[in-house]
């Protein structure tokens, strides 16, 4: 239901669960209007939506109606309302950081706890608590803010003498759920109670209770060694550790598994532990171990057998049976088979597993050759597959793990990651660094991808995720800078732009420009970036030699103001890791000229006084509370007196006697004046302290003020939203009358238009028989267009080659026709010279007349040069036929190159014949010229130079 605060007009809802119709809407003048409607769909159309918020607004209300009128009628609503809670499966519905799902859950962990409350609303709500327990973040909230076992304790105490009822192991399965990896403080309400009830329960043969009472007392005993103590002080826990022992033979191996769990808390450092964790035990202890992690019965018993397993690695002695069991190898080795598997939560506990196996210094050895040799050492084609066609290469699994998304479990990504920090530690430290390099490349760039800033803003929750899967991904490339191969492997995937980003994003994302008055020595998200950008500091200077630009960004890094928050709080920390890097980090930037030291210094004494003021506030604030809590935590028990009544009993016996003491020194009348005014000082004092004490309280008291003051003005505002709200539906209540008043008009006239609608139908069904027949015809016609035009695009693209081709051939033919322009000029030369050889010939006739046959001859033979000269010019002229018939047979274009680059050297081989025969002419001529001369000397008896230098 949802109120109005109008006094003349109130609109209240009631909503079935089943129908999810609205059974009553408003009241107007008191008189009540009663509307049934066919469903939500018809609000939702105007705006109208049942959303988280409207929900949980209405079970709150429906919780404080019930708790001050419990009437069958209120727990009815109130039931309908949680199940329309628990319909919305949203994941986080109930954030603890918010009022109205914090005010929520209170409330029905209250009713809940309430001998009152009725059985079946009571089971309704452990049903929801139930299944928001399966969120890890509200499971923790459940036991950490609301106390939630000691409320489900006291259900199962009022339940005690009626055990077989369903709510007693629907509350056990909760509190089984809650307490797993949770310390349980003995001094919580009715523990004690269900110590007992579980301890009963599992000592009754053949009850349905044993297992789950079994687990839940394995997870109050892990740890706790004030449970374990009370359970050693019980006049039956002889008989209860035969029970326990007898549960060994079970037949189911999740009961096995409690009673080991329970037997290691109880008796691991005891007579009775000794004998059953024995040398000559040990081993089968181990042999079952690991047959029920990998042959569990599923993810919970998988989950317990490892948590068994962790616990008695931290014993030495057991540590060492376990590194000296002849199985192990095998063991370990199908304890990492189970990493090919796709459970998240299986395959976290067993990755929680390897880590722990780390610890050990032998075991990590084994455990480092098991992962890397199976995976390296073989060829990947050799690797077989298993029975379920898997490869068993557990360094796969690993960088499949440490690769899930942001929005995927974070314990298997940061789990894988420190598994493989673990594993490269001891791979330095054995000198395997080159037998790891293939798997390194494999997995270099799912490390790069996690230091990749995410694009868009992040919620809190998912960037304390972000820092923390960073800071282990630096933490493993570090390990990887140890060993020098693998560290110049880094350095090749590596950049300072991907560092430097995310070093950028760390400052802008994670508040760290705080200010002196402010340090963020509380914000989470602050610690984890001042983490995650002194490691990346630390790995920027290993590798800044050996990476570009990474020493300029390194040095420009560290003298950024806002480097300063982070090295205080590294500096102030206790943490001996950040200590460490935070020096080095200071030791390379205390020498640069623009390192804020002042500004650190500030700060880390900013750092300092901050801790000292929450140091001495501290005791002040809880004592404190510790009144109100005291009369807070257990409303329904009577236990032992609590701090606040035992300060007050003591406050009172002080008062009573310096009462006592002022009759007693009245009564002596002979008293000197000074040791009255001692006890004067004393009572001056006494009641100084008291002021003191009283003004602690006064502002304890003013801080509560401050604080009802503030949830005050919450529930004023809450009060104005719910009006707002329920004056919103009023109005839309308005609308959808009116509206529902315009659509009968519209109906009556669309009853009309329907029939005359009926009469075009048919018309238009014979129009849409045309109209099928002309698009039958058009979707011929476009499938024919679509053809043509795949053939238009064919031949475009044949035109498009042809034209290449054609200019080609242009070029080819412009180029024979330079060619053929030099062979006339040769040619022209060539008829020049032999012009210039006839006049000289006719020279020769003229002065050599005794030789005139012979000139002749040769006049016979220069006849014959010309006629080649016009063979020549016939093959000219053939060669420009040959160009136009290759201008029309662009096919034929490589052939008649061919030939013509074998007639053209043809030409040049004659024309070379040609030089030489005129050569050997000229030579011919010289000595006809010279035996003329002679002749002529021998016949006159004088020489005629004139005739011989013309002869020459």
Known sequence: PVYSGSPRFAVEFTFCSKSRRVLRIGKFNGCLMTITTPGLSGLCGQGFRMDATTCLKSLLLGINQYKNNNSATNAAQLQRQIDDVSGLKCARLFCPNQVLPSECVGGLVELAGDPNTSPTLRGKIVSLLSQLASNEETREALHSSYDLTSALASIIHCNSTTPSEPIVLQCIQVLQRVTYNTRIFHSTAYIDELIAFLMHHIQSPNDDLTMPCLGLLANLCRYNLAIQAHIKSTSQVKAFYRTLISYLAHNSLTVVVFALSLLTSLTLNEEVGEKLFHAKNIHQTFQLIFNIIVNGDGTLTRKYAVDLLVDLLKNPKIADYLSRYEHFSLCLTQVLGLLQGKDPDSAAKVLELLVSLCSVSSLRRILCQAVF?????????????????????????????????????????????????????????????????P??????????????????????????????????AIDVLLALCGEEALKLQVSRRLTARLCVSQVEYLFSSSRMDVGFDCPMAESDL????????????????????????????????????????????????????????????????????????????????????????????????????????????????????????????????????????????????????????????????????????????????????????????????????????????????????????????????????????????????????????????????????????????????????????????????????????????????????????????????QNLEDRENKISGLEQRIQSLEEKAELREKQSEDMEETIDILRKELNKTELARKELSIKASSLELQKSQLETRLEKREEELNKHSHMIAMIHSLSSGKLKTDSVNLSL
């Open 373 to 437: 040799r199976s995976s390296v050492a073989q060829p990947r084609s050799c690797v077989k597959k298993d029975s379920r066609g898997r490869t068993p290469e557990p360094g796969l699994a690993l960088i499949h793990w440490a690769s899930l998304p942001l929005q995927g479990p974070d314990s298997c990504c940061l789990q894988a990651l420190q598994l493989l920090s673990e594993l490269f530690e001891e791979v330095m430290d054995s000198s395997l660094g080159a037998s790891v390099q």
């Open 439 to 472: 798997f390194t490349d494999l997995l270099l760039p799912v490390l790069l991808d996690l230091l990749q800033p995410p694009e868009l803003p992040l919620e809190e929750q998912l960037a304390r995720r972000n820092c923390a899967r960073a800071a282990c």
């Open 526 to 845: 602050s610690q984890a970036g001042a983490t995650v950008v002194l490691k990346m500091l630390d790995l920027m200077s290993r590798v800044k030699q050996v990476v570009p630009d990474m020493e300029t960004s390194f040095y420009r890094i560290l003298q950024d103001q806002r480097l300063v928050t982070p090295l205080s709080v590294a500096l102030t920390s206790d943490r001996r890791e950040q200590v460490q890097t935070a020096l080095r980090i200071l030791f390379e930037a205390a020498p640069l000229p623009d390192f804020p030291a002042i500004v650190l210094g500030e700060s880390i004494a900013a750092n300092n006084s901050y801790r000292l003021r929450e140091a001495e506030f501290t005791p002040r604030r809880m004592s404190v509370q510790d009144p109100a809590l005291a009369t807070l935590s257990r409303p329904c028990a009577a236990r032992t007196p609590s701090v606040g009544s035992a300060t007050q009993h003591s406050i009172h016996s002080l008062i009573e006697r310096l009462q006592t003491g002022m009759e007693m020194k009245e009564e002596i009348k002979d008293v000197r004046i000074s040791e009255i005014m001692d006890v004067y000082e004393q009572k001056i004092s006494a009641l100084a302290s008291k002021e003191g004490r009283l003004q602690d309280l006064l502002e304890a008291k003013a801080l509560a003020l401050a604080q009802a003051d503030r949830l005050i003005a919450q529930y004023r505002c809450q009060r104005a939203q719910a009006e707002a709200e329920a004056r919103k539906l009023a109005t839309l209540l308005k609308d959808a009358e009116r509206r529902k008043e315009e659509l009968s008009g519209e109906l009556s006239s669309q009853t009309l238009e329907a029939e005359r609608a009926q009469a075009d139908i048919q018309q238009l069904l014979q129009h849409n028989g045309r109209l099928q027949a002309v698009a039958e015809e058009h979707q011929a016609l476009s499938a024919s267009y679509n053809d043509v035009v795949l053939k238009f695009g064919e031949c475009e693209k044949m035109l498009r080659d042809l034209q290449t081709a054609h200019s080609s051939l242009n070029k080819q033919a412009e180029a024979m026709k330079k060619q053929n322009d030099t062979l006339k000029l040769q040619q022209e030369k060539m008829l020049s010279q032999l012009a210039g050889k006839e006049e000289k010939i006719q020279a020769l006739s």
